[in-house]
């Protein structure tokens, strides 16, 4: 075979949170991508299968094991896949920035100062971050941005949302991206115009708020639906997922899209080619 048929090397991929629900199926995702190869995996230092291999979950050999050292973890990684918590993925884009690692984030619970933390990483390497890297969800997020703006006057609009009772944090990142979505093609802040709880006698609703219900329990695995609800009709836009496989599959799209990249911060408009 000569030297323009030599096939590319695969993409080295670096797992965070590897032994978690989100992180095997990653493991997994990768293992079985041709253009991928597992490169690393981390987990908490005081996880009882450190020094496991990352496969052993499901009785299979990937010759990668479970630590918990950044340095070691992300040494021959080109790309970490995170969805941890906030506090730890920083800690891991620290290190990342260290060793020129790109970055997908599929973590969500972010304050505004930490986003800020992430932007100023993201001068120095790229990263993707986006609450929900379903394709499907970022499909539904460019819907809603088209319903939005048609539907601009005379419908009241609520983002309604589930997820399984393990959830830390509420309403859900992608909840969240929805109403900003929407917000913004309104002309609107969501700070300013969005409402998260409702009891007692609240009063008459505000015709440009933008309000949010969320539900916890069970395996739920993440439902969203967006209602713009007017005189004599209503429209409901809605996206349910019912495999963590399909956030695998999208990080996977945005750490190949990551290959191409030398510093910045996208989001999975950018992945797909939806701006």
């Known amino acids: 075979m000569s030297a323009a048929q030599t096939p590319a090397a695969p993409l080295r991929i670096a797992v965070a949170g590897a032994t978690g629900r989100m992180g095997q199926m990653l493991v997994e995702a990768v293992r079985a991508a041709s253009d991928l190869q597992l490169s690393g995996a981390l987990d908490r230092a005081d996880s009882p299968v450190i020094g496991l291999d990352a ?9 990668v094991n479970i630590s918990a050292d950044l340095h070691q973890g992300l040494a021959g990684a080109q790309v970490l896949i995170d969805f941890t918590r906030p506090e730890g993925t920083l800690a891991h884009l620290e290190v990342c920035r260290e060793l020129g690692v790109h970055a997908v984030i599929g973590t969500t619970g972010f304050t505004d100062a930490q986003k800020a933390e992430i932007a100023r990483i993201a001068e120095d390497i790229a990263i993707v971050m986006a609450p929900n890297m379903s394709v499907g969800v970022n499909v539904t997020l460019k819907l809603l941005e088209m319903a939005a703006k048609a539907l ?7 983002v309604i949302e589930a ?10 990142g992608t909840a969240l991206k929805m109403g900003e ?7 609107r802040d ?25 539900i916890r329990g069970g395996d739920i695995v993440g439902d969203h639906t967006v209602l713009f609800a007017g005189t004599g009709e209503r429209i409901e836009i809605t996206h349910k997922s019912s495999s963590r496989a399909t956030y695998a599959q999208g990080s996977l799209r945005a750490a190949r899209f990551l290959a191409g990249q030398r510093r910045g911060l996208f989001d999975m408009f950018d992945v797909l080619n939806l701006t």
């Open 55 to 63: 496969a052993a979950f499901a009785g299979q050999h990937s010759g």
């Open 152 to 158: 601009s006057t005379g419908y009241d609009i609520e």
């Open 190 to 214: 969501l700070k300013e115009c969005g409402v998260f709880a409702r009891e007692g006698v609240t009063g008459e609703r505000d015709p440009s708020s933008i309000g949010f219900a969320t």
């Open 181 to 187: 979505v929407i917000a913004q093609a309104l002309g």
């Open 163 to 172: 997820h399984h009772r393990h959830k830390v944090d509420a309403p859900s």
